[in-house]
T-cell receptor, first 115, second 115 residues
Framework: EPEVTQTPSHQVTQMGQEVILRCVPI?????FYWYRQILGQKVEFLVS????????KSEIFDDQFSVERPDGSNFTLKIRSTKLEDSAMYFC?????????????FGDGTRLSIL | AQSVTQPDIHITVSEGASLELRCNYS??????LFWYVQSPGQGLQLLLK??????LVQGIKGFEAEFKRSQSSFNLRKPSVHWSDAAEYFC?????????????FGTGTQLKVEL
């Protein structure tokens, strides 16, 4: 079964540095998402992306964050000038199109630790 | 704005016993509802989904859920729990406004299975 893959599985970064989290969505999917889960808290929506542009973003997704689909297979989340509170598990998800509504499929996540 | 409530933070059941995890949602239109499971260190795996039609939906691993509009609930059930079902379970509702179908998650229910 096709999977969403995320790299790296764990990223450790100094506060103030930039990080890029990478995702390879399922190949025929057209909707892409990033969510985060701070330790002990619920999964929160960050951003959705379709047709090479952001379709929706949450209040969390401020100017510090950006997303990009640099080629036909990757979908990245960039966090500029990281802060301690950015430490979380970041999940990528993708969704196909078809009859009715399609579910989102999630990757295994990238654990981001800001020191 | 949509929301999901999972009233039980932790549930412990004996192997072989039946299971019901509660989920209540708030959404202004017909909801698209999902249950995901997360094992330690893993991503979110889709168990089942409800879009329309039959209010009792079957999922993977022997799970089922029943949509009750009058109670705004979508409870997850399994007749006989296996030790491998120990994990965290998340209920989610999809927003069809904003174009992105973002998911709003509940806080999760941690399931422990006693042998």
């Amino acid at each position: 079964e096709p999977e969403v893959t995320q790299t790296p599985s764990h990223q450790v970064t100094q506060m103030g540095q930039e990080v890029i989290l990478r995702c390879v969505p399922i190949s025929n999917h057209l909707y892409f998402y990033w969510y985060r889960q701070i330790l002990g808290q619920k999964v929160e929506f960050l951003v959705s992306f379709y047709n090479n542009e952001i379709s929706e973003k949450s209040e969390i997704f401020d100017d510090q964050f950006s997303v990009e689909r640099p080629d036909g297979s990757n979908f990245t989340l960039k966090i500029r000038s990281t802060k301690l509170e950015d430490s979380a598990m970041y999940f990528c998800a993708s969704r196909g199109v078809g009859a009715g509504n399609q579910p989102q499929h999630f990757g295994d996540g990238t654990r981001l630790s800001i020191l | 704005a949509q929301s999901v409530t999972q009233p039980d933070i932790h549930i412990t059941v004996s192997e072989g016993a039946s299971l019901e995890l509660r989920c209540n949602y708030s959404y202004g239109a017909t909801p698209y509802l999902f249950w995901y499971v997360q094992s330690p260190g893993q991503g979110l795996q889709l168990l089942l989904k409800y879009f329309s039609g039959d209010t009792l939906v079957q999922g993977i691993k022997g799970f089922e859920a029943e949509f009750k509009r009058s109670q705004s609930s979508f409870n997850l059930r399994k007749p006989s729990v296996h030790w491998s079902d120990a994990a965290e379970y998340f209920c989610a509702v999809a927003s069809v406004t904003g174009g992105g179908n973002k998911l709003t998650f509940g806080t999760g229910t941690q399931l422990k299975v006693e042998l």
